[in-house]
């Protein structure tokens, strides 16, 4: 008995390992039990339906044997997707689905021997098992509604089936009452229901559920605990923190002190606004210039206390804005030397400022504005001025003299002289005009300067300037073989200037670009219309100028490094001449040069001309020769 026992159950686990063998689960689950099943009858189906194939094919039915193979190889293809795929859900709907069509076949075909109406009541169980109650009740319905129309089909003679229809119908009573037992028996497994247990289960339940609550009221105890202990620890760190806090706090304290002790010992004013342009810091010696103290400004913005005008006392406009604004709007530090600051009483003070935006993380967090009172170095540059003025014009006598009584005694007035004297002379005679040029260069400088030169404009034709100009350099142009290049635009109309200012610009840039371009060299001057301005172009093919100091050939006294090395004459004042001139009359210069290609000059005259200006003295228009070019 015990051997027979050993022999089944080694029968049985084989089985059941050959069954499971295509979803190794680890427990006993429903997934699991589905899967078995379907295994159980796939591997059913598939000996089944090679035996009906093979007998079909015995009696010539090649059709239906063909029929039997198809059934086959889906019950293979099934099997072979739960093997890789593990899905068995998706393959417990693939064998319900090919159950519906192949058990819909054999009842209509009427399988072997007319037994095919038996094969139908295996679907309704595997249904339920495979797709569960509600979807197992809703396949069932169809496939005994397909098996009704089916038989109604065949009492009105359109087919032709195995079975009569009474034996069809006695068969679909049964698989119906089959279908109400199996969905009863599944809605009581699905529900959990005690409707088979002892009532005696109830006390039972009632101490799991005493259980149970116990257990959760455990739980929360346990939570409340550790919640007390994490809030025990979060205040302990509540306190570290605090105290940090405080510590900090004292260090920012002291390092803001020490920042203000800075601030107000800064020798300049200095005023720092927020994003709204609201003043939250000015320090002592910015109240000290203006005359406004601390509590007055802060909390203002930064125009409604600071009036800034240009050195003429005209107001400051977004056409020529101060360097705040200027700040403010390109996000650029911003510089000026030559605008004034209203102070409280009134007075107009000269300041140089400088604003710079404050940038944190790439966003502008307000601006901090520096200045410095230079009234002194003002009164000082004046005075400079002066006393140049004063010693130039005090030179230009003996000058003009000495040169008067050079050019008598080069003549022969005075008698004859030999060759020796006359180079001596000659030199002499070089020496002085060099000598005048410069006193004159400074003379016009100073009375810029000052303010003290007069504009008297008329109506002028800038062609005919710039033709007149071309002709006072016309004995060096000569002399150095270079070609001139002249373009004259008839579209630019006459406009009202001062005739002896625009000769000094004409004859500085045409001096500089005779004087240092090479024998056999170019110069072009062109004058032509743009917009609201005439444009004169003045340009060479010379030495040019070192590209790091472009941008310093208009000022007082510079010369470029090239120039030093080839050519020892000049005073570096010609070209400041120029600048403030235009400075002075609304025009602009600029400047493009390379080195060993040449230079070229920009500069824009308004075609609303010059206005008159009252002055004690004219600039000087300096006359060039052969050997003097004026710079």
């Known amino acids: 008995m015990d051997q027979e026992r050993g022999f089944f159950y080694l029968i049985g686990e084989t089985a059941k390992r050959f069954l499971r063998s295509n979803l190794p689960l680890q427990e006993d689950t429903l997934e699991e039990r589905r899967a078995m099943l379907i295994n159980s009858f796939s591997v059913m189906g598939i000996a089944l339906f090679v035996g009906f194939a093979f007998i079909h094919y015995l009696f010539g039915q090649y059709f239906v044997a063909t029929v039997y193979v198809v059934f086959v190889a889906s019950l293979i293809g099934n099997l072979v997707f739960l093997r890789f795929s593990k899905k068995v859900e998706a393959s417990s709907e693939l064998s319900v689905a090919m159950t519906f069509v192949i058990l819909v076949y054999i009842f209509i075909h009427g399988g072997i021997f007319e037994t095919g109406i038996f094969w139908t009541f295996s679907f309704i169980p595997i249904a339920f098992f495979l797709l569960g109650l509600y979807r197992g009740l809703t396949v069932s319905f169809m496939f005994l509604l397909v098996l009704f129309f089916a038989k109604l089909t065949q009492d009105f003679g359109y087919i032709k089936l195995d079975y009569d229809s009474r034996a069809i119908s006695f068969f679909l009573v049964a698989q119906g009452f089959l279908l109400f037992l199996i969905s009863f028996w599944s809605a009581i497994a699905e529900k959990d229901e005690s409707l088979l247990r002892a009532t005696n289960l109830k006390q039972g339940k009632l101490n799991s559920k ?96 600071i009036k800034a005008y240009d050195e003429n006392g005209v107001r400051l406009s977004p056409q020529n804005p101060c360097p705040y604004n200027l700040a403010f709007k390109t996000g650029k530090l911003a510089v000026r030397n030559d605008i004034q600051y209203r102070r409280k009483d ?7 400022v400088t604003a710079s935006p404050i940038i944190v993380d790439g966003k502008s967090e307000g601006i901090v504005t520096v200045f410095r009172d230079v009234t002194q170095e003002r009164q000082i540059d004046r005075a400079k001025t002066e006393f140049v003025s004063l010693a130039s014009h005090q030179l230009r006598t003996p000058l003009s003299a000495a040169n008067w009584y050079v050019e008598m005694l080069l003549s022969g007035d005075a008698g004859k002289i030999n060759a020796d004297q006359k180079g001596y002379l000659n030199e002499i005679h070089r020496g002085n005009r060099r000598l005048a040029a410069l006193v004159n260069s400074l ?8 303010g003290k030169f007069k504009v008297e404009p008329k109506l002028l034709s800038l062609a005919k300037l710039a033709k007149d100009s071309i002709g006072e350099v016309s004995g060096i142009v000569k002399k150095k073989n270079l070609k001139v290049k002249t373009v004259f635009s008839k579209s630019v109309p006459r406009i ?69 090395k080839t050519d020892t004459d000049g005073t570096g004042l010609g070209l400041y001449i120029v600048k403030r001139i235009l400075d002075e009359n609304g025009g602009k210069i600029s400047v493009k040069s390379k080195i060993g290609k040449g230079t070229e000059f920009t500069v824009l005259l308004p075609l609303a001309g010059m206005k008159k200006k009252d002055g004690n003295n004219e600039l000087i228009h300096m006359e060039v020769d052969d050997e003097i070019a004026a710079n």
């Not at 610009?505 to 743009?530: H, M, W």
């Open 210 to 305: 005493l259980t149970t609550t116990v257990n959760k009221l455990e739980e929360k105890q346990e939570k409340q605990k550790l919640l007390i202990e994490a809030f025990d620890k979060s205040i302990v760190e509540v306190q570290k923190k605090n105290k940090t806090l405080e510590d900090q706090s004292n260090e920012i304290q002291q390092e803001k002190a020490k920042d203000e002790a800075l601030l107000s010992s800064l020798g300049e004013g200095m005023m720092a606004t927020d994003p709204d342009q609201k003043i939250i810091v000015f320090n002592r010696q910015g109240q000290k210039t203006l005359g406004f103290s601390a509590k007055e400004v802060i909390g203002k913005k930064f125009h409604e206390v």
């Open 346 to 352: 009134g007075a107009l003070v000269p300041v140089v």
């Open 443 to 450: 003379l016009n400088v100073s009375r810029i300067d000052l």
């Open 496 to 564: 009202k200037a001062d005739e002896n200012l625009l000769r000094i610009i004409f004859q500085n840039l045409l001096s500089n670009a005779v004087k240092y371009t090479p024998d056999k060299g170019e110069i072009s001057i062109s004058v032509r219309k743009k917009d609201k301005n005439a444009v004169v172009k003045v340009g060479d093919t010379g030495i040019g100028i070192p590209e790091d100091q472009v941008e310093k050939v208009f000022e007082k006294l510079f010369r470029a490094d090239n120039v030093l």
